[in-house]
T-cell receptor, first 115, second 116 residues
Framework: AQKVTQAQTEISVVEKEDVTLDCVYE???????LFWYKQPPSGELVFLIR??????QNEISGRYSWNFQKSTSSFNFTITASQVVDSAVYFC????????????FGKGTLLTVNP | DAGVIQSPRHEVTEMGQEVTLRCKPI?????LFWYRQTMMRGLELLIY????????DSGMPEDRFSAKMPNASFSTLKIQPSEPRDSAVYFC??????????????FGSGTQLSVL
């Protein structure tokens, strides 16, 4: 069975602060994929990143960075110098198995960035 | 290019009424998914189509729910009769491939359904 835990339900920061969103996953498969999606106030979920289980390199994209650690089954997301536009619900998701189409989502973390 | 288009954005109906949600996936995408989002259960997969064929409807809550995909550019999710516990945001998503584990999904803006 697959499971994704986002322990932080809500986070509130002031603009320009750094913030880390935690994600812990469970799977028995050796091949799996991890995702982060952003859900802004407009509602649609927007894809941010995908990592496969064989690639533990951390990734940086502008102010966004992701830390994937298999040893702790974690895939954390850090926003550096947060901005008001980063306010959204962020979902971590897991899909394991080559032909498995079922994404398992965490419950999401509501990030509020205050000016 | 247009993304996944859902209609209506908001639907308010009374218990017992039929509700039809609509989705136009991204042109050329082979896989289509219907998800439901609630506070209690989060995001749940209801049904998955590949090349217009329903592959897995095990997430459909009960017989009151049905989904169709008559062609590659249109899908509907119908609830008949609707109940207050069906109130949720319903998302349609599509992906270009066969819905495999590594594919990213493209989501529509969702339909906020309220059943009174």
């Amino acid at each position: 069975a697959q499971k994704v835990t986002q322990a932080q339900t809500e986070i509130s920061v002031v603009e320009k602060e750094d913030v880390t969103l935690d994600c812990v996953y469970e799977t028995r498969d050796t091949t799996y994929y991890l995702f982060w999606y952003k859900q802004p106030p407009s509602g649609e979920l927007v894809f941010l990143i995908r990592r496969n289980s064989f690639d533990e390199q951390n990734e940086i994209s502008g102010r966004y960075s992701w830390n994937f650690q298999k040893s702790t089954s974690s895939f954390n997301f850090t926003i550096t110098a947060s901005q008001v536009v980063d306010s959204a619900v962020y979902f971590c998701a897991l899909n394991s198995g080559g032909s498995n189409y079922k994404l398992t989502f965490g419950k999401g973390t509501l990030l509020t960035v205050n000016p | 290019d247009a993304g996944v288009i859902q209609s209506p954005r908001h639907e308010v109906t009374e218990m017992g009424q039929e509700v039809t949600l609509r989705c136009k996936p991204i042109s050329g995408h082979n896989s289509l998914f219907w998800y439901r989002q609630t506070m209690m259960r989060g995001l749940e997969l209801l049904i998955y189509f590949n090349n217009n064929v329903p592959i897995d409807d095990s997430g459909m809550p009960e017989d009151r729910f049905s989904a169709k995909m008559p062609n590659a550019s249109f899908s509907t999710l119908k609830i008949q009769p609707s109940e207050p516990r069906d109130s949720a945001v319903y998302f349609c998503a599509s992906s270009p491939g066969q819905g495999t584990a590594n594919e990213k999904l493209f989501f529509g803006s969702g339909t906020q359904l309220s059943v009174l």
